[in-house]
Structure formats: structure tokens, C-alpha cells
């Protein structure tokens, strides 16, 4: 089926629920990193969408196949798969998931940059320069102004989730412009939780014991991580990024900062100021322009 080059009905459902399973993601994840180590919770989530992915693949009768040239390319995707998760889930041990949600999902500032340097039609407009441009000014806004209570909100959180946010830019890039974008979105995945799974277990080895204080509500959270979020979420997404424009798709996520905010606030109580809200507006704000910025020029 050909790419569509504008978003329709379909769209606009898939991407919404995509964006509130995103904005639920670090809630989770902050839950389960009280009673697993967050460097070993992330390579158990990829070895667990590993065999998930694999067999859901036989099943639907598409084993997993290595295309000739994609090998670099798969590597290379595991990897910025594995900053990223290394990053955030270790920032949701120094910050909020209020403050994260903010600095994690200006991803789509990052593709844009990067899209107009090496991506066709994806040149940065006037209008798609102002989105950047506030966007930009609220992430540096939420990172120098800090609160909440002391070690909640560290500048080494803040840094780690700017970090992930680079990593996920590099997974959208290589989708698009290597040889990866001519192989399944399944089997995208399957590279980036085969190459992650091995390169965060062993580097769990230096942050720490593995267990904290497991409990019930942990193994429930690490079974929603691989099944919704690392199996089936991304496989979606990815499923997304391949059906719509590249740029439409990633900023779409202008809802996702807020609905982090939201359930950072109602599900674990984390403070919520006006510099918050502020921060997140100028964010959603900046999406919204770069988004509106791809539409006009198609």
C-alpha cells in the first residue's frame, strides 16, 4: 500500500492512542524502578519483547529474516535504542515524570533539525523555525528552573531525559533514512530489542543491585512494559512512521508532554506549577507549528 502523504481519520485515532500510551510509558516506569534496577528493568523489558516479537512473527507466518545490507543499519538502531532507554529510565530516578515528559518528548524538535540537514522534504520553513524555536525555549525553561523537593528534580535527570529524547531522534532517523525503511516494522523492532537486550544487561553490571524492594505491582508494571509498550506500542508506532509523513507523525506528539504532565500529577501526586505548565505550553506550542509547518508545505 502506497505512503500517505497527509493525515486521515485513522490517523488522527492511531496517533492520539499512541500518544496517551506514551504519556502513561513513565508513570510506569517509575513505579517498577522502585523495585528493580533501572539499567536491568530496561534490558529485561528488550530480552522480554525479544521472544514476544519473535513468536508473534512465526505466528503471522514472517520469521525473522536478515535483509542483505540492513546489518549496519540494525546495529546502529539497537544501539540509539539502548541510549535511549538507559537514559530515561535512569532519569525517572532523578526527576520527575512531570519534569521528564517535558525534556523526553521535545523529540520531535531534534528530528526536525536533523530532517533538514539529511532527510528529502524535510527543510526547516519560516514557521517550522518558530515552532523550533519556542519549543527550544520551553525545554531550556523547564531545565533551569527547578523545584519540587530536594533530589527530586536534579539537573542529572533533566540531562538524562534530554539524552533519551536524542536517542529516540536517532530511531526515527534510521527508520527513515537507511535501508531499515524497506523492511517491517516488526522487524525494525526485533534489531532494536535484539542488539539493546545484551548491551543493557551488561551494562546493568555497574548501576547497582538488581533487585530493590520487588513487589507484586513491579512484575505487573515489567509485564505492561514488554507486552503494551515494547512489543505491540512500538510496533505501532513504527507501523505509523511508515504509513505518514515522518515529520506529521513525530509531531503529533505535541499532545504527549501534556498528557505526561497530567498523569505524572494525578497518578503519583507530582507537583505541578505554573513554570511547569508553562514549559510544557511552550513545548505543545512549538510541536504545533512544526506539525502546521509540514502541512503547508505539502
Not at 499512541?18 to 536491568?40: A, C, I, R, Y
Not at 515494547?230 to 509523513?245: C, H, M, N, Q, R
Amino acid at each position: 500500500m502506497a505512503r500517505k502523504d497527509r493525515l486521515d481519520a485513522i490517523g488522527v485515532v492511531a496517533l492520539t492512542a499512541s500518544s496517551l500510551l506514551l504519556g502513561l510509558n513513565q508513570v510506569v516506569v517509575k513505579v517498577v524502578n522502585g523495585g528493580l534496577q533501572p539499567v536491568f528493568f530496561a534490558g529485561l523489558r528488550s530480552v522480554g519483547a525479544l521472544l514476544l516479537i519473535w513468536a508473534w512473527m512465526y505466528w503471522r507466518g514472517r520469521p525473522v529474516r536478515i535483509r542483505p545490507g540492513t546489518v549496519g543499519a540494525g546495529i546502529a538502531i539497537g544501539l540509539c535504542f539502548a541510549v535511549e532507554f538507559l537514559c530515561l529510565f535512569l532519569a525517572l530516578d532523578h526527576t520527575t515524570v512531570v519534569r521528564s515528559s517535558i525534556i523526553f518528548y521535545s523529540m520531535p524538535v531534534w528530528f526536525a533539525i536533523l530532517g533538514h540537514f539529511f532527510l528529502p522534504g524535510e527543510r526547516i520553513s519560516p514557521r517550522k523555525a518558530l515552532g523550533l524555536a519556542i519549543a527550544f525555549a520551553g525545554v531550556a525553561w523547564a531545565i533551569a528552573h527547578r523545584g519540587g523537593a530536594a533530589g527530586e528534580t536534579s539537573l542529572l535527570g533533566d540531562l538524562l531525559s534530554l539524552g533519551a529524547a536524542f536517542g529516540w531522534t536517532g530511531i526515527a532517523f534510521l527508520s527513515r533514512a537507511t535501508s531499515l525503511r524497506e523492511i517491517r516494522p516488526e522487524m525494525q523492532l526485533f534489531w532494536m530489542v535484539a542488539v539493546s537486550g545484551p548491551v543493557l544487561l551488561v551494562a546493568s553490571l555497574f548501576f547497582g543491585p538488581f533487585i530493590r524492594d520487588l513487589q507484586p505491582i513491579h512484575l505487573w508494571g515489567l509485564g505492561f512494559q514488554i507486552v503494551v509498550i515494547a512489543s505491540f506500542g512500538f510496533i505501532f508506532w513504527l507501523w505509523l512512521l511508515a504509513e505518514y509523513p515522518a515529520s506529521t507523525v513525530a509531531s503529533f506528539s505535541f499532545l504527549t508532554p501534556l498528557l505526561g504532565i497530567g498523569f505524572g500529577w494525578l497518578l503519583l501526586g507530582e507537583p505541578v506549577g505554573p513554570q511547569i505548565l508553562a514549559s510544557g505550553a511552550l513545548v505543545a506550542l512549538g510541536i504545533v507549528l512544526i506539525n502546521s509547518a509540514g502541512r503547508a508545505r505539502g
